[in-house]
């Protein structure tokens, strides 16, 4: 069973620029989430897609941040315009959802930005 | 506004003993709790959950207890290993589609020898 995977693990880039990190969830999963971890806390929910469609965004997600799952498949999560604040660990997790049984999120280990 | 809370940012607990990681909440309309474990450089993994209509679940040497008319959930472990040395970290799951997580801050467990 493979697990949910990011890429890439670290990425440092300049404030101003763009950056896109890309998450495979377990194959089976339909349900997909991003979520950030700052220093000390613990991860806060960013957004869901259920399938392709992306049902939810938190208030956290402001409009320089989009995210995609064009195939109900990978998603990517793009920030535009990078700011120091967007410095985190950027974390995937993924379930099965519908009827049945509770099923957890199962996490990747994170994409850690760095904005210098 | 802090929805789950976890007091104790760190506990050391002696190899064999009891482990009791504690968790507070404010929502009561949260219908499942569960509890990941998180080593440096990785991703919480989970351990254990619990439905809202439940008081305890218990797998191998991990047992949660819910206590809803305090808002209060606990993760006990025994007997606890060097390997669950790691950050704690309970989290809720709301009633809504998403059923998204809202974490607490974590508490770092050290068991030593």
């Known amino acids: 069973d493979t697990g949910v995977s990011q890429d890439p693990r670290h990425k440092i880039t300049k404030r101003g620029q763009n950056v896109t990190f890309r998450c495979d969830p377990i194959?089976?999963?339909?349900?997909l989430y991003w979520y950030r971890q700052t220093l000390g806390q613990g991860p806060e929910f960013l957004t869901y897609?259920?399938?392709?469609?992306?049902?939810?965004k938190s208030r956290l997600l402001s409009d320089r941040f989009s995210a995609e799952r064009p195939k109900g498949s990978f998603s990517t999560l793009e920030i535009q315009r990078t700011e120091q604040g967007d410095s985190a660990m950027y974390l995937c997790?993924?379930?099965?959802?519908?009827?049945?049984?509770?099923?957890?999120?199962?996490f990747g280990d994170g994409t850690r930005l760095s904005i210098l | 506004d802090q929805q789950v809370k976890q007091n104790s940012p760190s506990l050391s607990v002696q190899e064999g003993r009891i482990s009791i990681l504690n968790c507070d909440y404010t929502?009561?309309?949260?219908?499942?709790f569960l509890w990941y474990k998180k080593y440096p450089a990785e991703g919480p993994t989970f351990l254990i959950s619990?439905?809202?209509?439940?008081d305890k679940n218990e797998d191998g040497r991990f047992t949660v207890f819910l206590n809803k008319s305090a808002k209060h959930l606990s993760l006990h472990i025994v007997p606890s290993q060097p390997g669950d040395s790691a950050v704690y970290f309970c989290?809720?799951?709301?009633?809504?589609?998403?059923?998204?997580?809202?974490f607490g801050t974590g508490t770092r467990l050290q068991v030593t020898l």
């Open positions: 997790a993924s379930s099965l959802g519908g009827a049945g049984a509770f099923q957890p999120q199962h």
């Open positions: 194959s089976e999963h339909n349900r």
């Open positions: 897609f259920q399938n392709e469609a992306q049902l939810e």
């Open positions: 929502n009561s309309m949260f219908d499942y």
């Open positions: 619990i439905s809202s209509i439940k």
């Open positions: 989290a809720a799951s709301g009633t809504g589609t998403a059923s998204k997580l809202t």
